[in-house]
């Protein structure tokens, strides 16, 4: 080889190891802008799942249960509570087949009610209703209550909320301890019957002490 072909040889070795260097170069470039892509999807999605987490936790939350009354502690009641942070509109709940009442409550038809029948208008935060369904012995003796399908639906703070159902089986709560945690009331009577002796043992005391002359 001559000094021409050299250098020829040696322009084209150049000219390969610019196009490598050129090839990795728009490599590294497409690698670099997938990434940004990447990057901008990942915090469009951590944007969404923040937003739907606020939403979230802005919505009201509306369940249905059985519970024993916390005065006589020996009725059961059917409770609607709105524990979410905002009121619950346009509320429907439906039950399949619907919760019935024990005998000597049958004649006030839970089914016949405003709120059952056309829905309830709004439920705001911490709101509590209850109905009483009679004794729990009724209730079991009767089979009054059995497994009752439960649909609740209603409007929030951006608009409806979808709809969600579970079963309702009384029967779950078949022996379960009913302990009386006390309450108000009580502490009202007994304290009215710690008053009736002391009032006794004063009258007693004067009834043993002398006249006073």
């Not at 923040?50 to 939350?61: A, C, K, T, V």
Request: charged fraction near 25%; avoid cysteine.
């Amino acid at each position: 080889m001559d000094g021409g072909d050299w250098v020829a040889a040696g322009a084209a070795v150049v000219a390969v190891i610019a196009l490598v260097f050129t090839a990795l170069q728009a490599r590294s470039a497409k690698i670099q802008a997938q990434a940004a892509r990447d990057q901008v999807e990942i915090g469009k999605r951590q944007a969404e799942m923040q937003e739907q987490l606020n939403r979230d936790q802005q919505q009201p939350y509306v369940w249905v249960d059985y519970r024993v009354d916390p005065v006589s502690y020996w009725l059961v009641d059917l409770v609607i509570k709105n524990e979410g942070p905002t009121t619950a509109r346009n509320v429907r709940i439906t039950f399949d087949p619907m919760v019935g009442r024990a005998k000597n409550l049958s004649d006030m038809d839970l089914a016949g009610l405003p709120g059952f029948v056309d829905g309830f208008s709004a439920i705001p935060p911490g709101r509590e209703m209850r109905w009483s369904l009679g004794s729990h012995t009724d209730l079991y003796d009767q089979r009054v209550l059995t497994r009752h399908k439960v649909r609740i639906s209603f409007d929030g703070p951006f608009g409806p909320v979808e709809p969600y159902a579970y079963t309702l089986a009384y029967d779950d709560m078949k022996f379960a301890a009913l302990r009386d945690p006390g309450h108000i009331g009580q502490v009202a009577k007994e304290l009215k019957e710690i008053k009736r002796y002391v009032e006794k043992g004063v009258q007693a005391v004067r009834d043993l002490s002398p006249d006073e002359e």
